[in-house]
């Protein structure tokens, strides 16, 4: 009995049985540990290289617009984009550039301290903290400002190279690109400009040739009749691969519409569209501003699937039948079925009967192609019913702008560059009265520590009967 007393295996045993026991009891939760350690470990790695938000904001503020997104996705070369600032704005310059960045593998953005390394401050120009250094295919442009649309406007500029003319047609009454009135189109002048494009204006009655340089001609709006010279000088341009953008409201008529009828085949009826639906008074818009959510499968139009137009004083614009015309249109948007078309109008008043006039939808405009003199040199045309569309206080209601761009990038044979544009963020104030604010500042200052407190009380008065 003395030896097994003696006998130290024997008396460790239990407490072997003891130590195999408590890591019997812990292995679960170390291997538990061990499990959720190794996943947050992966969520960690997969979140650095595949960041993801979401923006519930109305307007999409914080996130980049289609257009942006479009214009990134479709890199084919390498995109530098180099932020030159103090280090403590990188913070808030990361958060904007890498928008872009998660868009493509072919962007490269860098972030530098102009005061650290002075020989590339050198390099690049750079005169001011806080620019932006936009840089691809051996062009690059400075942006002053982390602002989309600017950040926006300068990636597609070095993009797109050297800068395309757009000519407004004038001396026949027609909208003035100058003009920052209320019936000119300056804010357009300075959409195409940001846009890469230059605009020129020309007087056809002065020299009836469109420039060679020429890659868009813009007819907005005539007043006055265009005389024959002024059209054969269209002609001209159309049949040798030339691009036009007519907008011709109710009250164009002579030869410019006779040979869109007939050369181009696009029908022009005299007459005006009446929007009965009522919509347009939730946007201030009278009875002859149809607008317009509906539109048809074509490059210019199908980024708008989302977007309403407004055309003021519209007269419809149709694919016509002309048998000798070898122009190929197609419609483009159409009104909703609550419109109709007025025959016996006049600008200030219009004579609507909805029991013989024509019932919507109707087209208001349409695009097309004719063969040039030369294989290649295929003509573009589109036509829209309302000349005003286009003019400063009207074209910036929610589609409007790009509407027109996209004609014009697409005439301009710049499909890649069609989109929806960034827009500026909404400003969306809470109106409280005087009742709701009082109502706001006791809740807040009694209200949520009053409720603390009885739950507190509830879960000490549980405790002590259970």
């Known amino acids: 009995m003395a030896e097994e007393k003696d006998n130290p295996a024997v008396e460790t045993k239990p407490a ?21 350690i190794a996943i947050l470990v992966a969520v960690n790695y997969i979140a650095r290289d595949h960041s993801r938000s979401w923006d519930l904001t109305l307007n999409q503020i914080h996130s980049l617009s289609p257009e942006s997104v479009k214009v990134v996705r479709e ?21 904007f550039l890498g928008k872009y960045q998660r868009q493509s593998s072919e962007v490269d953005v860098q972030y530098i301290e102009p005061d650290r390394h002075p020989d590339k401050a050198r390099q690049y120009g750079i005169q001011s903290y806080g620019t932006l250094v936009v840089q691809a295919q051996g062009r690059k442009q400075l942006v002053n400002s982390l602002n989309e649309e600017d950040v926006t406007n300068a990636l597609v500029r070095v993009l797109k190279g050297g800068r395309k003319v757009v000519y407004f047609a004038q ?17 357009v002048k300075k959409a195409l400009e940001d846009d890469n494009f230059t605009v020129k204006t ?46 011709l409201g109710p009250e164009a008529k002579g030869a410019l519409v006779d040979y ?12 005006i569209v009446v929007d009965t639906s009522g919509v347009g008074r939730l946007f201030g818009a009278s009875q002859l501003m149809p607008i317009v959510a509906s539109y048809d499968e074509h490059p210019i139009t199908k980024e708008m699937n989302r977007v309403a137009t407004l055309f003021p004083y519209a007269r419809t614009v149709e694919p016509g039948d002309e048998k000798d015309s070898k122009a190929s249109v197609s419609p483009l948007l159409e009104t909703s079925a609550a419109s109709f078309a007025a025959t016996n109008f006049s600008l200030q008043q219009v004579s609507l009967d909805p029991k013989t006039a024509r019932h919507g939808p109707l087209t208001l405009g349409v695009a097309g192609t004719v063969p040039g003199t030369k294989a290649d040199d295929e003509g573009r045309f589109a036509v829209f019913g309302s000349a005003d569309f286009i003019i400063n206080p009207i074209v910036g209601f929610n589609g409007n702008q790009d509407l027109f761009l996209n004609s014009i990038n697409w005439l301009a044979s710049q499909e890649a560059f069609i989109s929806i544009r960034p827009k500026p963020p909404n400003n969306t104030p809470i109106n409280l009265s ?4 009082r109502a706001v500042f006791w809740s807040a200052l009694l209200g949520l520590p009053l409720l603390i407190v009885l739950s507190g009380v509830g879960v000490w008065w549980k405790r002590r009967r259970a």
């Not at 072997?16 to 939760?29: C, E, F, H, I, Q």
């Not at 027609?174 to 209320?182: F, I, L, Y």
């Not at 696009?266 to 007459?271: A, G, S």
């Open 16 to 36: 072997v049985r003891s130590g195999l026991r408590r890591w019997a009891d812990r292995g679960p939760l170390l291997l538990y540990s061990l499990v959720v």
């Open 75 to 95: 890199l084919k070369t390498p995109l530098q984009l180099i932020y030159f600032d103090h280090a403590e704005a990188f913070g808030h310059a990361r958060e």
């Open 171 to 187: 001396g026949e009454g027609e909208h003035d690109p100058d003009d920052a009135g209320r019936h000119g189109c300056s804010q």
């Open 202 to 247: 020309l007087v056809l009655a002065q020299s009836p040739k469109v420039p060679a340089d020429a890659a868009v001609l813009v007819i907005a709006g005539p007043v006055h009749e265009l005389v024959d010279p002024e059209v054969d000088a269209v002609s001209s341009y159309l049949s040798q691969g030339g691009r036009v953008l007519f907008l």
């Open 260 to 271: 869109i009828q007939t050369k181009l085949d696009v029908k022009l009826t005299p007459d």
């Open 434 to 437: 005087e009742t709701q604010m």
